[in-house]
């Protein structure tokens, strides 16, 4: 296992460099802003495929967590800020963030994946009235434009030319925050269906995209049982892999478990598989750290940790 290393503090000066195949990318923002816990200076740090810091990014455009990073079908990296209603956009031949050339509507996206034809789908991570959002939160927050809602928890289609396409009525769940929507969201390979969750809640739903219609669900955690859902990770052969926060589950489309990898304390939460599909990077949003799991044997075979607690959002692998 490579030794653990931990991105030292580090000045407000992008250091971000090119990207490599391998590159490891973290969001974790600085939580520098006394008005809220989940607000200040947005960052994404870069790793190589040893877990040595590299670079980091400081994000314009954003005032919260700088989450759900993934790789985009123009080959950008692509990451979000759903209070802020931010996409931002990094080219990776230069380490630096590049202008926003959608023209997605403002909601509280909480991250995107891509269909074979290119189409992008981008989900809700709110789904509440203004006034339901604890008056802490609302301070530095915004309204979908013209409503009074925070968000309506529902999933979106674009087409590559930002056209929409369709509007999915997604099913949302009782979570501990109370107004969390899709907060974690892939699309099944036969992409036919999505499979989703509300963070905390007991519930993998399903929602049929050709039929636009609501699914039974993939699972149901017990309601007596101290169990939850966080994130869902798609697997290449077509299972997912899911966060329970002080585990990580390996789960078939038919619901089965075919695997549980326990986890060192509670707070796991974005999981991806490896390009290689032969691991999954896990992070703890509780302490910044991002470890790297085989699949076959449960071992970790390398970590980082970057300098945040309760910020660590998002990750994803460089394939170049």
């Given amino acids: 296992m490579s030794a653990p290393a931990t991105a030292p503090a580090t000045a407000k000066t992008s250091t971000m460099q090119p990207f490599a195949p391998g590159d490891i990318l973290l969001?974790?923002?600085?939580?520098?802003?006394?008005?809220?816990?989940?607000?200040?200076?947005?960052?994404?740090?870069?790793?190589?495929?040893?877990?040595?810091?590299?670079?980091?990014?400081?994000t314009t455009g954003t005032t919260h967590l700088v989450k759900g990073l993934t790789f985009g079908a123009d080959g950008l990296l692509w990451a979000f800020d759903s209070a802020e209603h931010a996409v931002i956009f990094v080219d990776p031949k230069t380490g630096k963030q590049v202008a926003n050339k959608h023209?997605?509507?403002?909601?509280?996206?909480?991250?995107?994946?891509?269909?074979?034809a290119g189409n992008t789908y981008l989900h809700e991570h709110l789904n509440s009235s203004w006034e339901a959002v604890p008056e802490k939160y609302r301070i530095l927050m915004r309204k979908v434009p013209g409503t009074e809602r925070a968000g309506d928890g529902k999933v979106?289609?674009?087409?590559?030319?930002?056209?929409?396409?369709?509007?999915?009525?997604?099913?949302?769940?009782?979570?501990?925050?109370?107004?969390?929507?899709?907060?974690?969201?892939?699309?099944?390979?036969?992409?036919?269906?999505?499979?989703?969750?509300?963070?905390?809640?007991?519930?993998?739903m399903r929602y049929d995209i050709v039929n636009n219609t609501q699914m039974p669900d993939l699972m149901v955690l017990p309601q007596e049982a101290r169990e939850y859902m966080?994130?869902?990770?798609?697997?290449?052969?077509?299972?997912?892999?899911?966060?329970?926060?002080a585990k990580?589950?390996?789960?078939?489309?038919?619901?089965?478990?075919?695997?549980t990898y326990p986890l060192e304390g509670p707070g796991w939460a974005s999981i991806r598989e490896s390009n290689d599909a032969k691991h999954v990077f896990v992070t703890s949003f509780f302490n910044g750290t991002c470890i790297k799991v085989s699949k076959d044997t449960g071992e970790v075979v390398g970590q980082c940790q970057v300098p945040a607690q309760r910020s660590l959002a998002g990750v994803a692998e460089y394939k170049g």
């Fill in 27 to 58: 969001g974790a923002t600085d939580l520098n802003n006394p008005a809220d816990d989940h607000a200040g200076d947005g960052r994404i740090f870069q790793y190589d495929k040893n877990f040595h810091l590299k670079g980091v990014l400081y």
């Fill in 103 to 116: 023209t997605f509507p403002p909601k509280p996206w909480s991250s995107a994946f891509f269909d074979k």
């Fill in 156 to 204: 979106y289609k674009f087409s590559p030319d930002d056209k929409l396409l369709d509007t999915y009525n997604t099913e949302t769940s009782t979570s501990f925050a109370g107004f969390l929507g899709v907060t974690s969201c892939v699309l099944h390979p036969s992409e036919k269906y999505l499979i989703y969750t509300t963070e905390t809640s007991k519930r993998l």
């Fill in 230 to 245: 966080f994130c869902i990770g798609m697997c290449q052969d077509g299972t997912i892999a899911v966060t329970r926060g």
């Fill in 248 to 259: 990580w589950e390996h789960i078939d489309m038919e619901g089965k478990v075919l695997r």
